[in-house]
């Protein structure tokens, strides 16, 4: 199997945690056998998550996860496609998959699902027939066909196993490509630029009628705020910048400074939405 090291700005797109040695199991049997190695945490692109720069978990990646197929009204696609390739395929073909999550940076199908990654009143569980997924129960390949558990960034999935292959309902659509345009400009007119190195919202919003994240830390004067190299973007309160070699200790003290300060003035106990494989 191999296994490769990795510096934080390869693994993860806020480029938070220093250099680390990375899995990449090729089938399910090397999975399995990871699995069963001791603890680990699943890395899809690194698009949501932060890592330390001490961390006793191995990190498994399922980028070799790679089958692709598709047919007039599905597309099935391994853990490790990423939403770039499939949006690339989306053009090429004419058909309406992920259009709305177009911009979210190094995303993969399997951290798509196990988030139920949403944006623009779309979610992925609108999308699923089938997910298949190595079991923690069974040690075996299962198949998920019922969604009604999915909800707002959450699926059963992370805590039921591993995601290792997923099949769509694609429709036609002979005008994605511009939806994609659209959608990535939508993106860009409210949300940091994509240079930046960030892991999308930091916390989830609270549930209805409560106002968004991003409006409370906005409120609660924290816009801008840094602690040393990581600080809420002057665009957008809820995304957390690394400008530039932030630490973990850093990224944690902000989170912790922004949790304490809009409970304080809000009564409101932010949620983190982004992943961290450790207690913060
Ligand atoms: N809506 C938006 O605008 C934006 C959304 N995002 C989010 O970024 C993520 C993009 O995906 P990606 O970069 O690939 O994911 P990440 O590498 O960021 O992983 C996110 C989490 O998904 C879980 N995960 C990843 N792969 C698998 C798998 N094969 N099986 C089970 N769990 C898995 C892990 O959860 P665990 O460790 O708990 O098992 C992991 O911590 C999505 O979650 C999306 O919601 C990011 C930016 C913007
Ligand atoms: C970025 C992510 O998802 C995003 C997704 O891209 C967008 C688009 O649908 O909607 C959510 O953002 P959001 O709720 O912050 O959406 P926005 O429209 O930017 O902001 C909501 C409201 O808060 C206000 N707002 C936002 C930021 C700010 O600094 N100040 C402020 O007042 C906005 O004016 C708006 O009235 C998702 N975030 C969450 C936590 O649900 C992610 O999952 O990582």
């Given amino acids: 199997m191999k296994v490769e090291k990795r510096s934080a ?17 090729e089938n399910v049997k090397e999975l399995k056998n990871l699995v069963e190695g001791g603890d680990f945490f699943v890395l899809g692109g690194g698009s949501n998550v ?4 001490v961390l006793e978990k191995r990190l498994i ?10 047919s007039e009204e599905t597309l099935t696609a391994g853990a490790g496609v990423t939403l770039k390739e499939i949006l690339k395929e989306q053009i090429r073909g004419g058909f309406s998959l992920f259009e709305h999550l177009a911009g979210i940076r190094r995303a993969t199908v ?16 609108e999308r699923l027939i089938e997910v298949k997924f190595l079991s923690f129960e069974s040690g075996e390949v299962e198949v998920l066909k019922d969604f009604d ?29 511009e939806k994609i345009a659209h959608f990535v400009r ?25 106002p968004p994240a991003g409006k409370l830390l906005d409120q609660a004067g924290l816009k801008g705020f ?6 809420f973007s002057e665009k957008h309160a809820n995304f957390a910048v690394n400008y530039g070699g932030a630490t973990f200790e850093e990224f944690k ?11 304080e003035k809000f009564g409101v106990e932010l949620e983190l939405e982004v992943k961290v494989p450790c207690k913060i």
Avoid: C, M, W
Avoid at 110 to 125: H, P, S, T
Avoid at 253 to 263: P, S, W
């Fill in 149 to 177: 558990s999915f909800g707002y960034r959450k699926s059963p999935l992370p805590s039921l196993g591993i995601i290792v292959e997923a099949t769509f309902k694609i429709k036609k659509d002979a005008r994605v490509k």
């Fill in 50 to 53: 932060v890592i330390p720069e």
């Fill in 61 to 70: 990646s399922l980028k070799l996860f790679r089958n692709f197929a598709f």
């Fill in 9 to 25: 700005e390869e693994i993860t797109t806020i480029g938070i945690g220093g250099i680390h040695d990375i899995f990449y199991p």
């Fill in 253 to 263: 003290e902000l989170i912790l400074t922004a949790r304490k300060r809009v409970k």
């Fill in 226 to 231: 840094r602690v040393g190299r990581v600080g």
């Fill in 186 to 210: 939508k993106r860009l007119e409210t949300q940091p630029p994509f240079y930046l190195k960030t892991a999308g919202s930091t916390f989830k919003n609270p549930p209805h009628p409560l």
């Fill in 110 to 125: 399997g951290g798509l699902i196990a988030q139920n990654a949403g944006a623009y009143g779309f979610e992925v569980k």
